[in-house]
């Protein structure tokens, strides 16, 4: 099931929903960064008309959750 975001709103439910399906909602690009600082943790980036989320490499798990979330609330407008 995804969900409707319509105007770049989160769903109520928001908080509670898989990050992949918010990444799908939201219709951002996720990419494996190439910026190797270790207290680099990960950028949003507009460009070619959508918004992009820079991971830093290797991250996975509750990591990978909370920087996804933290991109897209600043991505996200309320």
């Given at each position: 099931m995804s969900v409707a975001m319509s105007g770049g709103c989160w769903p109520d439910d928001?908080?509670?929903r898989p990050v992949d399906e918010l990444i799908e909602a939201a219709?951002?690009?996720v990419?494996?960064?190439s910026i190797t600082d270790p207290e680099f943790l990960?950028?949003?980036v507009w460009a070619v008309g959508r918004w992009w989320l820079h991971l830093p490499?290797?991250?996975v798990g509750l990591e990978?959750?909370?920087v996804v979330r933290e991109l897209l609330a600043r991505t996200i407008p309320a």
């Open positions: 928001w908080s509670g219709d951002v690009g990419v494996e960064s990960g950028a949003a490499a290797g991250l990978r959750d909370v």
